[in-house]
């Protein structure tokens, strides 16, 4: 681990709280038992139904899968609740441009235009929606109409892979491509606590309504100074999760992110960080661990990066002077 400040307690790798393959918490219970033990193999599409099973339920976020669970006291089969997966595809159009896909990203269906104009600002295409003609939300597409003003380049933004859900910058041909600077330094009202840590953690976890379900969604949330949260995001990926969280505030007219904080339930990865910036958070807070260039890109901007976020401690890499004792 690289030298840090700690901030009271000494953090470990340990994590208590967090999202997705670092520690999961399925349901305790199982669901709606299948009858005579019969479980069939089938696509990874998102609706089917499943052999000798009642069919599959999709909700908002989350579906039902037919399952096998093994103990020391023998096989019980059931349904249980799974994080939904489905590809996105963002397409830009241009006057001068045409049309063009950006890419498809691995995401859980819900809030895809938020997700699109978080995604689109994030990589430097837009500065504010008034350069949006228009945004036409499809099935598994997104479709968005550039005015003039709009900084698209086929050459830098079109992917020439899939976005996968665990990755946001992969597909790029080069990280240069990634490193969308903002021109403005971050606020330095803001002023966070021990106690604010602590009452975000608690508060997200309880908003989490995918992950209390399934042990199988990330977060991303905005919070106050006072730790009290403003909004939260849930996907299987969480840097559309952050897009999400991102698109919400660009589409209100933006500003607003200035003197509020970010949290993640996972890690803290270069691809987090470069959007908490390029967003304006001032304050950055995961409950995992951080990258080498996480950290340096969070020095070089200014931000407050804390990771190994726990009730009773934080590990500070960046930006120390925000946070009191």
Same mark, same amino acid.
């Given at each position: 681990?690289? @030298? ?14 967090? $999202?997705?393959? +670092? #520690?999961? =918490? /399925? ?17 990874? #599409? ?14 908002? &976020?989350?579906? $039902? ?21 489905? /590809? ?47 945004? !036409?939300?499809? +099935? ?8 003039? &003003?709009?900084?698209?380049? /086929? ?5 020439? =892979? ?10 790029? @041909? #080069? ?8 021109? !403005?330094?971050?606020? !330095? ?5 021990? +106690? ?9 976890? !309880? ?8 042990? &199988? ?22 840097? #559309? ?9 660009? +589409?209100?007219?933006? %500003? ?5 904080? @970010? ?24 409950? &995992?661990? /951080? ?10 901007? %200014? ?14 890499? =960046? ?7």
């Amino acid at each position: 681990m690289a @030298a840090s400040v700690k901030f009271r307690l000494t953090a470990t790798t340990s994590v208590s709280v967090t $999202t997705g393959n +670092e #520690n999961p =918490s /399925p349901p305790s219970s199982p669901m709606n038992a299948c009858r005579n033990g019969s479980i069939s193999t089938v696509p990874p #599409n998102t609706r089917h139904t499943y052999q000798s099973c009642s069919s599959a339920v999709t909700m908002d &976020g989350f579906e $039902t899968r037919a399952i096998a669970k093994l103990t020391d006291d023998g096989m019980i089969r059931s349904i249980d609740h799974v994080t939904s997966e489905s /590809p996105l595809s963002i397409v830009v159009n241009s006057e001068k441009h045409g049309r063009h896909e950006l890419g498809i990203t691995m995401r859980t269906p819900g809030h895809d235009r938020l997700l699109s104009i978080g995604f689109i600002y994030s990589e430097g295409i837009i500065s504010s929606t008034e350069q949006i003609k228009d945004v !036409e939300v499809g +099935e598994n597409i997104v479709e968005i109409a550039l005015s003039d &003003g709009a900084l698209f380049d /086929p050459s830098e933004h079109c992917r020439i =892979s899939t976005v996968t859900s665990s990755c946001g910058i992969c597909g790029r @041909a #080069n990280i240069s491509d990634v490193l969308t600077e903002r021109n !403005e330094e971050l606020d !330095e009202r803001m002023r966070i606590r021990l +106690e604010t840590v602590t009452k975000c953690l608690n508060s997200v976890l !309880e908003r989490q309504r995918v992950f209390s379900k399934t042990g &199988g969604s990330h977060a991303c949330a905005s919070f106050t100074s006072d730790g009290a949260i403003e909004r939260v995001f849930e996907d299987v990926g969480r840097h #559309n999760a952050f897009d999400k969280l991102v698109g919400s505030y660009i +589409e209100d007219g933006g %500003g607003a992110q200035s003197v509020l904080g @970010a949290f993640v339930s996972g890690r803290a990865s270069f691809e987090l960080v470069q959007k908490s910036i390029r967003a304006g958070f001032p304050i950055m807070i995961a409950v &995992g661990a /951080p990258s080498t260039l996480a950290v340096d890109l969070a020095k070089e901007y %200014g931000l407050t990066l804390g990771c190994f976020a726990k009730n009773e401690s934080i590990t500070l890499f =960046s930006g120390v002077r925000r946070v009191m004792e």
